[in-house]
């Protein structure tokens, strides 16, 4: 479907006023506000990492009101079982009194998706998840299931707590589209947060958008346009991740194993989102770099050198972005 210059204007002004209507609750957290809906725009999957009471879980549940999503909490536990998420299939008697399966639906078969401390769980039961974030299906005694549309599927984990947690391998955090670092709030958002939470008044947030819109937004995102040049200064930055093909220094000291082709596919994905809600029917390299550290700080596999120095992946990316797109007009 072929989008005109005025749709695309009306639909990244509804996407702006959807971003305000979550700040009316949810304080600062810009960046995580920001790349949350860039994440559900391109139809993909987020991984949001920060300390405990930063608000990650409300602001999940704040934009699934806001976008009139369906919405389901998954608390994950050691002893959470694969079924506890999928569902499961229960022998039942009918009226007549004959037995029969009946499938009860797991809270996986909601819109949206808060997988609460997802490395809490065990591999067996993580893996049940994201293979429904992969395939958008869920197969239970031989019977496949689709999911929702839209269906997204955001999850958070605690980066200091490690004791009884079960870290996702690099391979599975590859299905995220992004990860999402959640910042400490600053002295004047803390008094903020403070006079919202702590007092008698009570914020209403106003539905902003629809199932028929969002994917309507969603379709827009694909029908973004990407210059040639552009998709190859994208190329090149994904190749400069990996050790054997980058010329920065860095890259080829630090880091074991680089982003693969679906960190291009998400980096694009990103991007074209980003230009959508910023109302520009096509994409510039400033998105491209705008999205870079979400998309690939958690696609780069860093070396024993790397840890003993201190090294993170942000500090890596920022040596790829310097060079990002010398020579091409931006």
């Known amino acids: 479907m072929t989008y005109t210059t005025d749709q695309f204007t009306e639909m990244s002004q ?26 559900i725009l391109a139809d993909g999957h ?14 999940i549940r704040t934009i699934s009101d806001v976008l009139d999503l369906s ?12 079924s506890d998420i999928t569902g499961t299939s229960l022998i039942e008697r009918d009226t007549q009194g004959r037995q029969q399966f009946t499938f009860r639906e797991g809270p996986i078969f909601h819109q949206m998706v808060l997988a609460d401390e997802i490395n809490r769980a065990t591999p067996k039961t993580q893996s049940a998840l994201l293979e429904a974030m992969g395939e958008k299906t869920v197969t ?6 689709k999911m929702a549309r839209p269906f997204f599927v955001l999850a958070t984990q605690n980066p200091i707590e490690m004791e009884g947690t079960y870290p996702l391998p690099e391979a599975q955090m590859d299905r995220f589209l992004c990860k999402i670092l959640v910042a400490y709030p600053s002295r004047n958002e803390l008094a903020e947060i403070s006079r919202r939470t702590t007092g008698s008044q009570t914020i209403n947030l106003n539905k902003k958008m629809n199932t028929t819109s969002l994917i309507d937004a969603q379709d827009m995102v694909k029908e973004v346009l990407m210059a040639e040049d ?11 991740t990996h050790p054997e093909h980058s010329e920065h220094e860095a890259i080829q000291q630090y880091v074991q194993y680089g982003s693969g082709p679906r960190g291009l596919q998400s980096l694009i994905r990103l991007a074209k ?12 390299i400033g998105d491209l770099k705008h999205v870079a550290k979400p998309v690939l700080r958690h696609r780069l596999l860093l070396n024993y050198e790397a840890e003993a120095m201190g090294k993170n992946a942000d500090e890596l ?14």
């Open 14 to 39: 509804l996407l702006q006023e959807v971003k305000s209507e979550i700040g009316r609750f949810i304080v600062g957290q810009e960046s995580a506000v920001e790349f949350s809906l860039y994440a």
């Open 71 to 82: 919405f389901s909490r998954i608390q994950f536990t050691p002893d959470l079982m694969p």
């Open 140 to 145: 239970i005694l031989g019977d496949t299931k």
């Open 230 to 240: 552009i998709l190859m200064v994208a190329v090149d930055m994904i190749q400069s």
């Open 273 to 284: 989102a980003r230009a959508l809600m910023e109302g520009r029917y096509h994409v510039s």
């Open 46 to 59: 987020a991984l949001l990492e920060g300390l405990p009471g930063l608000g990650k879980t409300m602001l």
């Open 317 to 330: 990316i920022d040596s790829v972005l310097s060079a990002a797109g010398k020579g091409v007009l931006k």
